[in-house]
């Protein structure tokens, strides 16, 4: 089965958040939710969907997909995925460890693997583990929002549409205390984005949300590379430390787990490699005795086959889902329902993205 063609697809829609006023988007600055959709083609007429990361930056990936790593790929054998990725890694590795081009890499991955699904006749899940979960816990993702009230209230909404864990991307210990009251029993994953940038700064925080039921603190100090002050700030810290988001290799969360960084460990499949990378981290993560918990704020293939991931997987961990209204999802199938999100038993990934969207 060789490649034919690789065109990639820029899906774009008007979201809304829950917020008073201000700009969309929160801490993202987005002012629209965008997905890169990739899809590969073979010559036995069955193709696949994989996705790159994303939001802003979805043209630069685009245009690495479209000039340098689409091109590479035609011709290519589509059953060996291993050897292929292994041989686009080394083509390209002079571009960027982590970045477009290994967004892209990631994105071609997913595809693949979409593609074998298919070829066997079973759903993605299947080939990945033997759990065959039918449904998967979800936790809510909000968007930063600065406002306590605004906080409160969409801490509300979300518990109201049924979810039992909550995201914050707040620092401000008066919006984080706000969730608390509104959800005194509902556990609050604090995702800060490296704000602090003193390890004193981040063990403080810590240590004052510990009592706001708070089960991790996420991407505690900036820059997310310094692997030792994560370790510092684990040691030093009364809750747990998450991070791993902005790992581009999995080589850096091997380095993660000799230092003894985290609790849990967030790869991203949009970033760091695809289905292939996300599999060999798992691994990584058992003989660790680490978390797995993947970072996928997404609404394309990507969240798909996170989905199919944590469906298959041994230990029954949540999947995060944006908590943001789309005009026009990519796959409008795809809502959580009571707080759990159903996983697609079709061939494959299960689903076709609208492209009329």
Not at 279 to 288: C, F, V, Y
């Amino acid at each position: 089965m060789r490649i034919t063609r690789v065109t990639t697809h820029h899906h774009r829609t008007d979201f809304t958040y829950g917020a008073s006023a201000g700009g969309v988007g929160g801490n993202l600055h987005l002012r629209a939710m965008d997905t890169l959709l990739v899809r590969v083609e073979t010559d036995t007429g069955l193709h696949g969907w994989g996705e790159g990361f994303g939001f802003t930056l979805v043209e630069t990936t685009k245009d690495a997909i479209d000039r340098l790593i689409g091109p590479a790929c035609i011709g290519q054998d589509a059953t060996d995925i291993a050897a292929l990725m292994r041989m686009l890694a080394r083509r390209f590795h002079n571009f960027g460890r982590n970045g477009a081009v290994s967004f892209g890499l990631s994105a071609i991955d997913i595809a693949l693997w979409d593609i074998r699904a298919k070829a066997a006749g079973v759903p993605l899940h299947a080939l990945l583990g033997d759990a065959r979960r039918g449904s998967v816990p979800a936790y809510a993702s909000l968007l930063r929002y600065g406002k306590p009230d605004d906080v409160a209230r969409n801490v509300t909404e979300a518990l109201a549409r049924g979810y039992r864990h909550i995201k914050l991307h707040e620092f401000d210990l008066a919006c984080i205390r706000a969730a608390h009251r509104a959800a005194p029993d509902t556990p609050l994953l604090l995702d800060i984005n490296c704000v602090w940038n003193t390890e004193e700064e981040a063990a403080q925080f810590c240590e004052d949300v510990a009592g706001l039921n708070a089960a991790w603190v996420e991407e505690p100090i900036w820059p997310p590379e310094d692997i030792p002050a994560i370790a510092r700030i684990r040691a030093a810290s009364p809750v747990p430390i998450a991070a791993g988001e902005c790992n581009g290799t999995v080589e850096d969360f091997c380095r993660m787990f000799e230092l003894r960084a985290v609790d849990v460990a967030q790869p991203s499949i949009t970033k760091i490699g695809g289905v292939s990378a996300m599999l060999e981290i798992a691994e990584l993560t058992r003989e660790a005795g680490v978390r797995l918990v993947p970072h996928c704020p997404y609404f394309g293939p990507g969240l798909l086959a996170t989905l199919h991931f944590l469906a298959a997987s041994e230990e029954a961990e949540p999947i995060e889902i944006y908590f943001a209204d789309l005009a026009r999802a990519p796959y409008p199938a795809l809502i959580p329902r009571d707080g759990a999100i159903a996983v697609p038993d079709a061939p494959g990934l299960g689903f076709e993205p609208d492209l009329a969207a």
